[in-house]
């Protein structure tokens, strides 16, 4: 709602979610079953048990059977998750004059959410329980959020003598969120009828819960300086306090610049016609996260083992389960960047050229601690990261008929990047250790100064021996081995490609549409771990790949792939080595959507707005910038607007409006009246009855004066009183259209 100078702005939105997991259980339990299996007895019922034999190994025989998990889909379980939750945000915006705006914003959301998860004593999760109290089961879990925030906006925008351009904003906000979720566990339910929680035998004496509280409180502030929309520079800080750090850092500052030269303004780029854009740009600035629980920096106790009555005292027993940090500072970056933007062809091709520096401080980690201390991990600030690396963004229009709203648009993004652990703590150095120690088929994280982050960490392989089926390994000083040991960790190859990005294409016509997004990344490693875990350490009891017959070794002189068939549960027990470090290169589609855009960019009218805009801005002077300052919006958004390719939201149609003293409808080419206090035929007929009127009542002597000073009215005063009353009327009536 608008009302002279103030906007009034509420939202309510209501979500309800209610999900069904599906009883016939997972893809993967299907497909490790062998495919000789049956799930059909004679009759055709569905069995409850598959196969039932005696597997041989080098150690003896273990026999085992399968459970058919279809005949789960027979019972009556549950599995359903529900979640509701309303969210109200309202906002109050006031405009004293063009360049100030006051903006207060306020957010309240409230949710709830429950899962219950239900299997009688049939489930054949229970097969091998005899204890009637713990067949069959029922899990509830409660879930309830709060969460509000308060934002208040100030910001000056100022246009001086044409060429200065100053714009300021402040901002505070302040943010809470409180999370609390609590749950039961009942066992014993006989059959699948009894499929509400209190039918239960036996509860768990004790509940399962959590809450978490967080705070924020933050002060920002900017300030932009644009001289002739040529050059520019701009400057940023804010201070950001959160509940989250430990009391020492409760509060951190942040700030950030930059600098900017619009090439194309300069004189001597005049006459290059072909260049549209030519923009050099670099910024420093630093920021930071949070990136860890509400708690995570305070002493943390619990009561779920010594939640008991005692008779002797009125309180209860609690254990400390985290170690408070009071230290934990705030995760800290510090990013250069230089950019060159470029544009040709009237934008019809567009190119940003970008190459980044980030150097991260006191990153967040949970570092593993000795079991003597009673605690598994403990949050620290892990040593500096340095990234440094380009972008690049390529995009192009080959086909463009505004007529028909019809465009086709190609963009490709692209980026590499290169990280290097400048530094590393105690804390990091205590997790190698381990690592080294846990190290199994999958390779774990390794730090080290001067490596990536994104190492993949191996022995080194130099394949199967022909003659005994096993391993070859290469140590760390050069000699060959048949036995794993981390001492001999080598980097193999990084997850991080070498060059990855996105691949777009947009067509549009009339309002039809189809877009196509792909991603590719190239240069990079991965760990197979499928391939180890399905052929080399396949469990035979189960389903397994072709390969376990076609490419492991058999007999002596064999050249293979993989090891030996062995029957353990675990396959050969492989460990991460090179064999398994693969190239990745790859292009996948991400996406494919079709459209159809039911507005008025559709009908014949679609072009009107495009062409009236353009025609509005140059007739005020004003350049695609000067006007996208003044909607918050890139030059880039006006250009689209122009062109038809995008069409403004409502609320930017108004402004747009309210900037040029035209009519919404004006600007969408459904009226030719562009002066928005001007009359309306029906706004005419409406005065003219009220003038009717009043002259009626004149002439009547109702309601009315009918002399002055004694002297009788006459038929000319009562025309010249008319005249003055129509103008009144038509000058009230403009006042009205201009006000609403």
């Given at each position: 709602y608008?009302?002279?100078?103030?906007?009034?702005?509420?939202?309510?939105?209501?979500?309800?979610?209610?999900?069904?997991?599906?009883?016939?259980?997972?893809?993967?339990?299907?497909?490790?079953?062998?495919?000789?299996?049956?799930?059909?007895?004679?009759?055709?019922?569905?069995?409850?048990?598959?196969d039932?034999?005696?597997?041989?190994?080098?150690t003896?025989?273990?026999?085992t059977?399968?459970?058919?998990?279809m005949?789960?889909?027979?019972?009556?379980?549950?599995?359903?998750?529900?979640?509701?939750?309303?969210?109200?945000?309202?906002?109050?915006?006031?405009?004293?004059?063009?360049?100030i705006?006051?903006?207060g914003?306020?957010?309240?959301?409230?949710?709830?959410?429950?899962?219950?998860?239900?299997?009688?004593a049939?489930?054949?999760?229970?097969?091998?329980?005899?204890?009637?109290t713990?067949?069959?089961?029922f899990?509830?879990?409660?879930?309830?959020?709060?969460?509000?925030?308060?934002?208040?906006?100030?910001?000056?925008?100022?246009?001086?003598?044409?060429?200065?351009?100053l714009?300021?904003?402040?901002?505070m906000?302040?943010?809470?969120?409180?999370?609390?979720?609590?749950?039961?566990?009942?066992t014993?339910?006989?059959?699948?009828?009894?499929?509400?929680?209190l039918?239960g035998?036996?509860y768990?004496e004790?509940?399962?819960?959590s809450?978490?509280?967080?705070?924020?409180?933050?002060?920002a502030?900017?300030?932009?300086y644009?001289?002739?929309?040529?050059?520019?520079?701009?400057?940023?800080?804010?201070?950001?306090?959160?509940?989250?750090?430990?009391?020492?850092?409760r509060?951190?500052?942040?700030?950030?610049?930059?600098?900017?030269?619009?090439?194309?303004?300069?004189?001597?780029?005049?006459?290059?016609?072909?260049?549209?854009?030519?923009?050099?740009?670099?910024?420093?600035?630093?920021t930071?996260?949070?990136?860890?629980?509400?708690?995570q920096?305070?002493e943390?106790?619990?009561?779920n083992?010594?939640?008991y009555?005692?008779?002797?005292?009125?309180?209860?027993?609690?254990?400390?389960?985290?170690?408070?940090?009071?230290?934990?500072?705030?995760?800290?970056?510090?990013?250069?960047?230089?950019a060159?933007?470029?544009?040709?062809?009237?934008?019809?091709?567009?190119?940003?050229?970008?190459?980044?520096?980030?150097?991260?401080?006191?990153?967040l980690?949970q570092?593993?601690?000795?079991?003597?201390?009673?605690?598994?991990?403990?949050?620290e600030?892990?040593g500096?990261?340095?990234?440094?690396?380009?972008?690049?963004?390529?995009?192009?229009?080959?086909?463009?008929?505004?007529?028909?709203?019809?465009?086709?648009?190609?963009?490709?993004?692209?980026s590499?990047?290169?990280?290097?652990?400048?530094?590393?703590?105690?804390?990091?150095?205590?997790?190698?250790?381990?690592?080294?120690?846990?190290?199994?088929?999958?390779?774990?994280?390794?730090?080290?100064?001067g490596?990536?982050?994104?190492?993949i960490?191996?022995?080194?392989?130099?394949?199967?021996?022909?003659?005994?089926?096993?391993?070859?390994l290469?140590?760390?000083?050069?000699?060959?081995?048949?036995?794993?040991?981390?001492?001999?960790?080598?980097?193999?190859?990084?997850?991080?490609?070498?060059?990855?990005?996105?691949i777009?294409?947009s067509?549009?016509?009339?309002?039809?549409?189809?877009d196509?997004?792909?991603?590719?990344?190239?240069?990079?490693?991965?760990y197979?771990?499928?391939?180890?875990?399905?052929?080399?350490?396949?469990d035979?009891?189960?389903?397994?790949d072709?390969?376990?017959?076609?490419?492991r070794?058999?007999?002596?002189?064999?050249?293979a792939?993989?090891?030996?068939?062995?029957?353990?549960?675990n396959?050969?027990?492989?460990?991460a080595?090179?064999?398994?470090?693969?190239?990745?290169?790859?292009?996948?589609?991400?996406?494919?959507?079709?459209?159809?855009r039911?507005?008025?960019?559709?009908?014949?009218?679609?072009?009107?707005?495009?062409?009236?805009?353009?025609?509005?801005?140059?007739?005020?002077?004003?350049?695609?910038?000067?006007?996208?300052?003044?909607?918050?919006?890139?030059?880039?958004?006006?250009?689209?607007?122009?062109?038809?390719?995008?069409?403004?939201?409502?609320?930017?149609?108004i402004?747009?409006?309210?900037?040029?003293?035209?009519?919404?409808?004006?600007?969408?080419?459904?009226?030719?009246?562009?002066?928005?206090?001007?009359?309306?035929?029906?706004?005419?007929?409406?005065?003219?009855?009220?003038?009717?009127?009043?002259?009626?009542?004149?002439?009547?002597?109702?309601?009315?004066?009918a002399?002055?000073?004694?002297?009788?009215?006459?038929?000319?005063?009562?025309?010249?009183?008319?005249?003055?009353?129509?103008?009144?009327?038509?000058?009230?009536?403009?006042?009205?259209?201009e006000?609403?």
């Amino acid at each position: 709602y608008r009302f002279n100078k103030v906007l009034l702005k509420n939202s309510i939105t209501v979500d309800n979610t209610v999900g069904d997991e599906s009883p016939w259980g997972s893809f993967s339990e299907y497909a490790k079953l062998n495919p000789y299996l049956r799930p059909y007895g004679e009759n055709g019922e569905i069995l409850k048990r598959l196969d039932n034999f005696v597997i041989f190994t080098y150690t003896g025989g273990r026999t085992t059977d399968y459970a058919n998990p279809m005949y789960n889909a027979t019972l009556n379980t549950k599995n359903r998750t529900t979640n509701f939750s309303v969210r109200n945000l309202f906002s109050v915006e006031y405009n004293p004059n063009e360049d100030i705006r006051l903006i207060g914003a306020f957010s309240l959301s409230k949710g709830n959410g429950k899962t219950d998860v239900f299997r009688p004593a049939q489930h054949t999760a229970f097969d091998k329980i005899t204890d009637p109290t713990k067949r069959g089961d029922f899990r509830r879990t409660q879930r309830e959020n709060f969460q509000y925030s308060l934002d208040l906006t100030a910001s000056y925008n100022k246009l001086l003598n044409e060429v200065h351009y100053l714009t300021a904003n402040a901002r505070m906000s302040i943010q809470e969120s409180r999370d609390e979720n609590y749950g039961a566990y009942v066992t014993g339910f006989p059959n699948e009828n009894m499929d509400e929680i209190l039918f239960g035998k036996q509860y768990n004496e004790k509940m399962s819960g959590s809450e978490n509280t967080s705070r924020l409180i933050g002060w920002a502030g900017s300030f932009g300086y644009s001289y002739a929309y040529k050059y520019s520079v701009d400057f940023n800080v804010r201070l950001d306090g959160s509940s989250q750090f430990g009391k020492d850092n409760r509060f951190a500052p942040f700030w950030a610049g930059g600098i900017r030269w619009d090439v194309k303004k300069e004189n001597f780029m005049s006459r290059v016609d072909f260049i549209s854009e030519l923009v050099l740009r670099g910024s420093y600035g630093i920021t930071g996260t949070q990136g860890f629980a509400p708690y995570q920096s305070r002493e943390l106790y619990s009561y779920n083992n010594l939640l008991y009555p005692y008779l002797a005292s009125d309180g209860t027993g609690v254990e400390i389960v985290a170690m408070p940090n009071e230290k934990l500072k705030w995760q800290q970056t510090g990013t250069w960047n230089i950019a060159l933007e470029l544009g040709v062809l009237k934008g019809r091709i567009t190119a940003r050229a970008e190459y980044f520096r980030k150097l991260t401080k006191n990153s967040l980690t949970q570092v593993t601690l000795a079991p003597s201390l009673g605690f598994s991990s403990y949050p620290e600030n892990l040593g500096s990261l340095e990234n440094k690396g380009v972008e690049l963004n390529v995009a192009f229009i080959p086909y463009q008929d505004t007529r028909n709203s019809a465009y086709w648009t190609i963009s490709l993004n692209g980026s590499h990047n290169k990280d290097k652990l400048k530094k590393i703590s105690e804390a990091l150095r205590h997790m190698n250790e381990e690592n080294y120690n846990e190290q199994g088929d999958s390779p774990l994280p390794y730090y080290e100064e001067g490596e990536s982050i994104n190492r993949i960490w191996v022995v080194k392989s130099l394949g199967i021996d022909p003659m005994t089926g096993e391993e070859i390994l290469l140590r760390r000083n050069g000699k060959i081995t048949g036995e794993y040991d981390v001492v001999d960790l080598v980097p193999v190859g990084t997850t991080e490609p070498k060059w990855q990005g996105n691949i777009n294409s947009s067509f549009a016509y009339k309002g039809f549409g189809i877009d196509v997004s792909m991603a590719y990344k190239f240069g990079g490693q991965v760990y197979n771990q499928t391939l180890l875990d399905k052929v080399e350490n396949a469990d035979l009891m189960y389903n397994a790949d072709k390969r376990v017959l076609d490419l492991r070794w058999m007999n002596v002189g064999d050249k293979a792939k993989f090891k030996g068939m062995n029957t353990g549960i675990n396959g050969a027990g492989t460990k991460a080595t090179s064999r398994f470090v693969m190239d990745e290169n790859t292009l996948q589609m991400t996406s494919l959507s079709l459209s159809y855009r039911m507005d008025k960019t559709n009908t014949n009218e679609s072009t009107k707005l495009g062409k009236r805009l353009r025609q509005l801005r140059k007739e005020y002077c004003m350049t695609q910038e000067k006007l996208g300052q003044k909607l918050n919006l890139k030059a880039s958004t006006i250009s689209d607007y122009e062109n038809d390719i995008s069409f403004p939201d409502n609320e930017n149609l108004i402004k747009l409006a309210q900037i040029f003293k035209v009519t919404t409808d004006y600007l969408l080419g459904a009226s030719n009246i562009r002066d928005r206090s001007i009359l309306t035929p029906k706004d005419e007929k409406d005065i003219s009855k009220d003038l009717d009127k009043i002259k009626e009542q004149i002439k009547n002597q109702e309601n009315v004066i009918a002399n002055c000073d004694g002297i009788e009215i006459t038929e000319e005063d009562v025309d010249y009183l008319m005249k003055a009353i129509d103008l009144a009327l038509h000058r009230i009536k403009q006042k009205n259209k201009e006000k609403y």
